[in-house]
């Protein structure tokens, strides 16, 4: 049997791309883990790449590599992550899980892997004309026929946006900043009042029961 | 190059695109406005509410109209499910003002949260499109887990929010994975193709099963049934008593529309593949929610596990829907699941607007204990909570009575006998710790004498909704035509 070219790139991208993700959760050191899924991410873009979908293997590259997963770099490497107490049972639950997981993975091997999803049975996609361009044609399916999952996709975000500032946004307690609106507006009035008293006649001295308490204010000074 | 675009038809979605522009401009009033604007931002959030079941109501035309390519369904199946989220939300509002703002947690984006989970909802019942479906349960479950985390200092609540957030997001992937194999053997995502699909029987069954299977996996998760229940009580218990109020009425109906969308709308060419599976569900939501309700004495926790119950007898009533290949009970038995659906919104409704109205600063109503005597604080409102209990139990005539026995009609319609002896016999089981409640509340003495606070409005429309709750078991038959109705125009 040979193979042509794309079909070995297919092979050698997906076998990296699961060694990787298997790499991911296995990994020590939490960095590591992180660089795995970049790596993950790569390969997943160079498949959609055979898939002709350019657009989105760039996008891949750019917004998750480029963007979020720097950002999770970071927040990764500002934590103090115990990841020995993260890895607590996972020995001990490794050999049910794996156990579920085989066997789920080959029962649904026994469908996927069937007649039912071959080449054969699936009509072979036209090959695109000359000039085509996928990102075009992207663009104008996302702002027209699916305009309205984008936009739900959009609110999704700005709840996801809230939600992050409502859960991590506090007050500190111990937060000495003025509000300069409430700083300008301040009169005198609002911060000292003078208060009439009645002059005060000092009190006749015992002379023993002074005594100790003059003495302490003496050691005080 | 756009010669052939035509701007969408946007009057079906009048109401979402109001709720949408509303929740931006509470938003800004709240950032403009600050701490000051807490009363008028609940108070916008009824009235946008209000004005969108006014822009409902006054659209709803009972014809079924397409519009965004095909994606977004108007028909009187979403009229009517929108009304009832409308009126769930805003309840929910109005009964967890005063807890909230005794303990400082009735910040802006609670209100927000919850207009904007209402979005998912209305999304959720009008979505004829694999796609809008998914996004509307993850609009609606997203701002649900953040709704059940803002008690930020409350250890119990962030653990909630973490359980509710994995779960959720597992069930989320079932699925999509599921949908994803509908599509594969359909090879379209829009929920009126996959029905055409079907009826030109060329799809690989196989396949199809295969996906039913996780999509039936990923709902059963979203309603919590057995053996998808397990977050349930974990969440009811944790969250704050307005966020269980909250996640136990209106996502119930917006869920409830899912699954019909999906199965009944699109797939019941394949109800002989996915009736069993219900009924399995069913039928041990029933056992086990009943079973282990009986030994909780956290009154939440309680709820929680009588809640799969419920929603066990919900599936129960769309499992009997096509008999030997004939849809001949279909009408009777989806409207019996959605009468189902609506009673036990307004029985969730009422008890947790009990256990809130009974609850003040710094004391929270948990334990089965908490509700002893409450009789003699408050003989009104142990009624209502009596009315619950029973109308819960399906003591006759309460509306929760008519809701189990047109579901068992259905049943027996479609000779499952068996099935209904055993729904019947754990009814009864479950009548011992709802009646467990009333005599907690008539026979023994109250623990504690302090007087109830409540607000004017709270108190009125708790009393409304219990006088409900028997009114309905009264009278069942106008909600029930309604319900039919409804059915009928938008599935025929």
Request: proline share 3%; net charge neutral; glycine share 8%.
């Amino acid at each position: 049997m040979t193979m042509d070219f794309q079909t070995v790139l297919f092979y050698v991208f997906s076998a990296v791309l699961v060694l990787a993700a298997l790499r991911v959760i296995t990994a020590r050191n939490p960095v590591h883990a992180v660089l795995f899924l970049v790596l993950a991410f790569f390969n997943a873009a160079g498949l959609w790449m055979l898939l002709h979908a350019e657009f989105l293997a760039i996008m891949l590259v750019m917004v998750y590599v480029g963007a979020v997963m720097v950002l999770f770099l970071f927040v990764v490497m500002m934590l103090d992550i115990n990841i020995e107490r993260l890895r607590q049972g996972f020995w001990s639950y490794l050999p049910l899980g794996a156990v579920v997981g085989l066997i789920m993975v080959g029962e649904m091997g026994l469908i996927l892997g069937g007649s039912y999803f071959g080449l054969e049975s699936l009509p072979a996609a036209a090959a695109p004309e000359a000039g085509f361009s996928n990102t075009k044609a992207l663009g104008r399916l996302l702002f027209t026929d699916y305009v309205y999952p984008f936009e739900l996709a959009s609110v999704i975000l700005l709840v996801a946006l809230i939600a992050a500032v409502v859960l991590t946004l506090r007050q500190r307690k111990d937060n000495k900043a003025m509000n300069p609106r409430l700083q300008v507006r301040v009169k005198a009035a609002d911060r000292f009042r003078i208060v009439k008293m009645a002059a005060e006649v000092e009190a006749p001295v015992v002379a023993n029961e002074a005594a100790p308490a003059a003495g302490q204010e003496g050691s005080k000074a | 190059m756009l010669t052939n675009f035509v701007l969408p038809n946007l009057a079906p979605a009048y109401p979402e695109l109001f709720l949408l522009a509303m929740a931006c401009v509470i938003l800004l009033v709240d950032v403009i406005g600050g701490v000051a604007c807490r009363t008028l931002v609940a108070a916008l959030s009824l009235v946008t509410l209000l004005i969108c079941a006014v822009i409902t109501a006054g659209t709803a035309t009972g014809e079924t109209t397409m519009t965004f390519a095909n994606m977004f369904v108007d028909d009187a199946f979403a009229d009517l499910l929108k009304m009832l989220v409308y009126g769930a939300v805003a309840i929910v509002i109005v009964y967890s003002r005063r807890y909230l703002r005794d303990r400082g947690l009735d910040k802006a984006e609670y209100y927000l949260l919850l207009l904007f989970s209402t979005l998912g909802m209305m999304v959720m019942i009008s979505a004829n499109h694999f796609l809008a479906l998914y996004l509307g349960l993850e609009l609606m479950s997203l701002s649900i887990y953040a709704m059940v985390a803002m008690d930020r200092e409350s250890a119990r609540s962030t653990e909630a929010a973490m359980k509710y957030f994995i779960l959720g997001s597992l069930a989320s992937g079932l699925l999509l994975y599921g949908l994803s194999m509908l599509y594969g053997a359909t090879r379209t995502l829009e929920i009126s193709g996959v029905l055409q699909a079907l009826a030109m029987n060329q799809s690989n069954e196989i396949i199809l099963g295969f996906g039913l299977v996780f999509v039936v996996a990923g709902f059963a998760f979203k309603l919590g049934v057995v053996p998808f229940h397990m977050w349930v009580p974990d969440v009811y218990h944790g969250a704050t008593t307005p966020m269980t109020l909250f996640i136990s009425t209106a996502p119930k109906i917006a869920t409830f529309a899912m699954v019909l969308r999906l199965m009944v709308f699109g797939t019941i060419p394949l109800a002989p593949l996915w009736q069993p599976m219900l009924m399995i569900m069913a039928v041990l939501s029933i056992i086990v929610g009943n079973l282990a309700a009986i030994a909780q004495t956290n009154i939440k926790r309680m709820l929680a596990y009588s809640g799969i119950s419920h929603m066990g007898f919900m599936l129960l009533a769309l499992s009997t829907g096509v008999v030997h290949g004939h849809a001949a009970y279909a009408l009777a038995a989806y409207s019996s699941a959605l009468y189902y659906v609506v009673a036990y919104v307004m029985m969730s409704l009422a008890s947790f607007g009990v256990l809130l109205l009974m609850s003040r600063a710094g004391y929270d109503v948990e334990m089965l204990e908490d509700l002893k005597g409450l009789n003699q604080r408050s003989p009104w409102y142990a009624a209502m909570m009596m009315f619950v209990m029973f109308s819960m139990a399906g003591i006759p005539f309460f509306v929760g009575f008519f809701a189990k026995f047109s579901v068992l009609l259905s049943v027996i319609g479609a000779e499952f006998y068996i099935v209904a002896v055993i729904a019947v016999a754990f009814s009864l089981v479950g009548a011992f710790y709802y009646l467990r409640v009333v005599k907690n509340m008539y026979f023994d003495a109250p623990s504690d004498a302090a007087p109830i606070v409540a607000t004017m409005d709270a108190r009125l429309l708790l009393s409304l909704n219990g006088l409900a709750i028997a009114g309905f078991g009264l009278f069942p038959g106008g909600l029930m035509s309604l319900c039919q109705e409804a059915l009928a125009r938008s599935l025929y």
